[in-house]
Structures are given as structure tokens and as C-alpha cells.
């Protein structure tokens, strides 16, 4: 019964014959499917754990590697996060299929919730260790690998809690690789999105700052200016004083 979904379900009750021992069997093997899907997503996440610490020990010895080796690693990197929000995905659908299989309010798990008893759905777990291995990347100076890792959680998960966090964290990733305009851009969207998250203001406060490293005095003022005026109590709001204070002067 693998794969079977809404759609068997679907099929079940338009045959009028979904009785509740077929119901069962239906929701154990869509059960039974996500547990194999979350021992693939577990299988990928080490071996992306082992890819890192080889990369990082090829990086040290890159000049006597060449750079055919560490760019076939790099692939080999991107391949495996490729699979991973695959798994992701495949293990999304089982979730809402098996939310939608089950009518009765308050039964079930939606994706991205805590499961009966308060622990972690496995979306969520899976959904956290996403976005840990795009933090991974980019701890490690792996900007366009961790680019392209935190713009797949904001398509998978954008209403995640940590949905401000990787924006904001992409658009860090702009800044480390030295891309003003892009930083520029994607902090922008954190205020966008999620204007009441606490990334907003750390976001304001970074655009300040480019723009000011750019000349553009008027508009940095602008920006903090934003600061003191939408998020007074944040800690950014003093940061913000001290430096207009330092261009007024």
C-alpha cells in the first residue's frame, strides 16, 4: 500500500466501503511509510554531516588537491541537500494526507506542530534539521551552498517560526559573499515578511550600515531612523542613536 494517500482514502469513501478497520490499515501503512522516509531523511542528514567534515579537511589541504577534487565535493554537497528536501517533501504530503484522513477535530498532526503529548511532529524535527544544516553551511564560510539551503527552507517551510531567521541568515549570506546589492535586497524582505519578528530591526540596522559604507548618508539616517521610531525597546534602537549621533557629527 505504498503511496496510497488521500487518494486511496478518497477512493475508499467514494465506494462507500471505508469502514473503520480499512480506515486503520490505511493510516498504519501511511504511517509505516513516513517512519521509512524519516530514516532516509536521517541516512542523508549524516551523510551530509561526514560530507562537511571532509570537505572542511580538504579545504586545508586545497592547494595540493587541486580544484577539480573540492568542486566535485561541492556537487556532491548540493546533491545530497537536493535529496534531503525531496525527502522533505514526500514526508509533507504523507503528513497532510494523513491530517486529511482523519476527520475528527483535534486528531492528527498538522505539519509543523507538536504531535500528541507534546512532542515534536516529524515535520518539525525534520523542518529544524533543514535549517540547521543551511546554519551549518554558512558557520562554515559555504555561502552559495548555504544560499541555496536557506532559500529551499523559505519555499518549504515559509510560516516556519524560523522562517525570519533563515531570510535574515540569507541575507547574511549575501553580505559574507561580499553581494551588497543582494544583502540589500533580502534584508528588505525580512521587514516584508516579518516585520514583528525580532530579525526586523537587525535587519534595518545592517541596511543602515551598507548604505552608509556606500555614501548614501540620507537614506542610512532614513533607516535608523526606523529604528528608534517602530522598535524603540529593541537593542538595536540604541545602536541606532549612537550612530546617528556619529553622522550628525
Known sequence: MRRLGLVALTA????????????????????????????????VLRQLALSFDSLDALQGRRELTGRGEFDRRIERLEDQLAELLNL??????LLND???????PGVGVRPG????????????????????????QYRQGNYETALGAFQDFLAQYPTHLLAPDAQFFLAESYAAADDEAMALV???RVMELYPDSGRAPTSLFKRALIEKQRGNLALARSLLRQIEAGYPNSPEAEAAREELRRLDS
Open 12 to 43: 475508499l469513501v467514494g465506494s462507500g466501503c471505508a469502514m473503520k478497520a480499512d480506515l486503520e490499515s490505511l493510516e498504519a501503512s501511511m504511517i509505516g511509510e513516513m517512519q521509512q522516509l524519516r530514516a532516509d531523511q536521517e541516512l
Open 88 to 93: 522533505s517533501a514526500q514526508n509533507n504530503q
Open 98 to 104: 494523513l491530517y486529511n484522513s482523519r476527520a475528527t
Open 113 to 136: 506542530t507538536s504531535a500528541p503529548g507534546g512532542r515534536p511532529s516529524a515535520d518539525e524535527e525534520v523542518a529544524r534539521q533543514f535549517y540547521s544544516a543551511a546554519q551549518q
Open 186 to 188: 533580502e534584508y528588505q
